[in-house]
């Protein structure tokens, strides 16, 4: 009886109750709700298999000064739809994906100011995508957020997988604790060296997090399609277990100059109880909007070498061509300066590339250190620092233009900015006639160190729209961008597929800096490459660095778990990192790089737990190929792998690289073996990963 009494004073206090609103995924299994609370704020819960995700969690936005738009609201109308079409990525992970969801459209007006927004919610079987519109109205026209309120209040103190909030880098290594451990492990986690660091002082993390529920189910929050806005960071409460969003300012503290009529990012939010089906989602490209080109040809996957390592060996290449420290785009006479004896980006050397790639298949040599300016290279108190037309005069740009072309090869040209975005911006259609009268059709881009116009931040909505512009104004010329210190990716390579690669993480050149932990790899793809591929740059062989002389690093794998980052690592832009002599030396295990395929019909997640492991299997696009990557972390492990993902009737010979039976990451990384076997659809092969080590196979 008092039950029942209290359900009614309920309803008769809070009418929006009546107004709930529940949507389900197409396979029943999420249940999406959503209502305004008794303060008239919109709320949401997610549930997965009747298991509460999220619980009550509130939406809105504060705007400056202080308007509440998080509070107030009435339900003006809702409105459900439903899609399930298929899609083809230019390039992909693999050839058709099914865009299957239902929406729920939410209608909201402010009772006393008559303001409006509406929200939109997508279930779809893998997870939840929401996102706020401003509707073009008559009481707001341009406005400044202040601060956006979405919150994800999760349900126990989950397994996380995390790196410091940061507003301009994502380079950091990641932590794994509970979130309640979070506090007390962030001094260490945010006191790294970093060329561009503004961690968040508050407890807070970066997206794409992940995290792993006490019962087995894994949440992975992050956005899609992030446009003309900053970044979303994650403001961790880590007695309440909740999480909030905490966008990115600008150099004056504003988070977001908005006009009506235009959506933010969509928040995502990933549930499986299966860690594989997180790897497997493409709800963030589904999120995205559709190819923005209409020829798209001229789009290919990338497989590069570069005169990129040599700077990072400690053997003694300079980008520099010389060591002058008075030198002024635009008024040094580069061509008088006394050449330093040590720059690598030389005509002669970079023809050495050539060849390589040319004899060894590869696409692409990407030449660092090409052009005026890398004596300033560190020098971030200076604005204008390179020239992106101008080579240095050792680095003949139409003789190696006409050589590369001979080869059959392409140069990736490199803008490093050092973050001096207006200047990149200013030199920007000069930089792309470039390109395209010397045959150039890739350009890597650099963001270190802090950003000029001083004070915005690496991941706020200025930034944003400076990457977005870089890739649509290349795009026009038909040059695909691989971004190096942007924003973490959002799915925008659907829409602009030739943004290819990112690298927005910590990747290979950390070997040969600070170090990059065993456990990396099986994190990464659970986190950062949620949003697209990562230009990880593998493939080292050498990884004792001492042999140079000057240093003393240590990879923190084994070759052939070097080989299989080729597979767990999705990128249609792959580079084979190490040095010419290196590959050399192990021609049979090289062979595998000069193999594998960059672009999918499909991809096979056979076994993942993020922080311990990842397997992988793929078709190549158009061929009966397939590849298969195995990694573990610091512990040795057997891989089961399951060849059910090959037609069945017939046999294949399966070459299989292998960690030696001595291999050790720490001490003896260069032991593998490579051995053949015959495979077929009902193959189970229980293959031994030692610590850090991994399993590379390929299939013809
Ligand atoms: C950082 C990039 O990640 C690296 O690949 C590049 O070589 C340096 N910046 C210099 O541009
Ligand atoms: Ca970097």
């Known amino acids: 009886m008092k039950k029942i009494l209290l359900t009614c004073f309920f309803i008769i206090v809070s009418n929006a109750w009546i107004n709930a609103q529940e949507l389900k995924s197409p396979d029943g299994n999420l249940v999406l709700t959503f209502n305004l609370n008794a303060e008239g704020t919109p709320v949401y819960f997610l549930a997965y298999k009747k298991k509460e995700v999220i619980k009550e969690s509130r939406l809105g936005f504060i705007l400056k000064s202080d308007i509440k738009m998080n509070k107030g609201f009435q339900i003006a109308g809702t409105q459900k739809q439903s899609e399930d079409n298929f899609w083809e990525p230019v390039l992909g992970e693999q050839k058709k994906i099914r865009n299957q969801y239902n929406e729920l459209k939410a209608d909201l007006i402010q009772e006393?100011?008559?303001?409006?927004?509406?929200?939109?919610?997508?279930?779809?079987?893998d997870g939840l995508g929401f996102r706020y519109e401003f509707p073009v109205q008559d009481n707001l026209r341009h406005f400044v957020i202040q601060e956006e309120t979405t919150e994800f209040n999760l349900t126990g103190d989950h397994k996380i997988f995390w790196i410091p909030g940061d507003y301009d880098t994502n380079e950091y290594s990641y932590t794994t604790s509970k979130i309640s451990e979070m506090q007390s492990l962030m001094y260490n986690a945010a006191h790294v060296s970093m060329a561009a660091q503004t961690t968040i002082k508050n407890l807070a993390a970066q997206?794409?997090?992940m995290m792993k529920t006490i019962d087995g189910l894994y949440i992975n929050i992050h956005e899609a399609a992030?446009?003309?806005?900053?970044?979303?960071c994650l403001n961790v409460d880590d007695k309440a277990y909740s999480l909030s969003s905490h966008l990115v300012p600008d150099a004056v503290g504003n988070k977001g100059y908005i006009q009506t009529g235009s959506f933010t990012p969509w928040r995502t939010i990933v549930v499986s109880d299966d860690a594989r089906n997180i790897l497997v989602s493409k709800m963030i490209l589904n999120l995205n909007e559709p190819c923005a080109f209409e020829d798209t040809?001229?789009?290919?996957?990338?497989?590069?070498?570069?005169?990129?390592?040599?700077?990072?060996?400690g053997g003694g290449s300079t980008w520099a061509y010389s060591d002058n420290q008075d030198v002024v785009i635009g008024a040094t006479d580069f061509s008088k300066l006394k050449p330093n004896g040590t720059h690598g980006a030389n005509t002669k050397h970079v023809k050495e590339y050539i060849d390589f790639a040319s004899t060894n298949g590869f696409?692409?040599?990407?030449?660092?250190?090409?052009?005026?300016?890398?004596?300033d290279n560190t020098a971030f108190k200076k604005e204008r620092i390179y020239s992106f037309t101008k080579s240095y005069p050792d680095f003949d740009v139409k003789d190696l233009s006409v050589y590369a072309k001979q080869k059959g090869v392409k140069i990736i040209m490199h803008h490093e900015t050092t973050s001096s975005a207006s200047e990149y911006e200013r030199q920007l259609p000069d930089a792309l006639k470039f390109m395209v009268d010397n045959n150039y059709n890739a350009v890597k881009t650099g963001y270190v160190g802090p950003i000029i116009p001083r004070g915005e931040h690496h991941d706020g909505q200025q930034m944003v729209n400076h990457y977005t512009y870089i890739a649509k104004e290349a795009a026009k010329h038909k040059?695909?961008?691989?971004?190096?210190?942007?924003?973490?990716p959002t799915g925008l390579h659907r829409t602009y597929p030739n943004w290819f690669a990112q690298e927005s993480a910590r990747g290979t050149e950390f070997e040969a800096m600070e170090g990059i932990h065993p456990d990396h790899t099986t994190i990464l793809p659970f986190t950062r490459l949620m949003g697209g591929p990562m230009d990880y740059t593998p493939g080292i062989f050498q990884g004792d660095l001492s042999v140079y002389g000057s240093k003393k690093n240590k990879l923190s794998t084994t070759l052939a778990k070097q080989l299989a980052l080729y597979v767990t690592m999705y990128s249609p832009l792959q580079m084979a990192a190490d040095l010419p002599e290196n590959y050399m030396r192990f021609k049979d295990a090289f062979q595998f790089i000069k193999d594998v395929a960059l672009d999918w019909d499909d991809s096979y997640i056979l076994e993942a737990e993020p922080g311990d492991y990842i397997t992988i299997a793929r078709k190549a696009k158009g061929k009966q190929e397939w590849f298969v990557g195995g990694i573990t972390d610091e512990n040795p492990r057997i891989a089961l792998i399951d060849f059910s993902f090959l037609p069945a009737g017939k046999s294949f010979t399966a070459t299989i690289y292998e960690d030696g039976k001595t291999a050790d990451?720490?001490?003896?990384?260069?032991?593998?073996n490579i051995r053949k076997v015959n495979v077929n659809s009902k193959t189970k092969l229980k293959q031994k990963l030692v610590a850090s080590g991994g399993v590379a196979i390929s299939i013809k």
């Open 112 to 125: 006393k100011s008559k303001r409006k927004i509406t929200i939109y919610f997508r279930l779809f079987n």
């Open 297 to 313: 040809s001229w789009i290919k996957p990338v497989k590069y070498i570069g005169v990129w390592w040599e700077y990072f060996t």
């Open 479 to 488: 040059i695909m961008v691989d971004s190096h210190e942007a924003v973490r």
């Open 363 to 375: 696409d692409a040599v990407l030449v660092e250190g090409w052009n005026e300016g890398w004596e």
């Open 665 to 672: 990451y720490k001490s003896n990384p260069q032991s593998y």
């Open 226 to 232: 992030l446009k003309n806005y900053p970044a979303m």
């Open 207 to 209: 997206t794409p997090l």
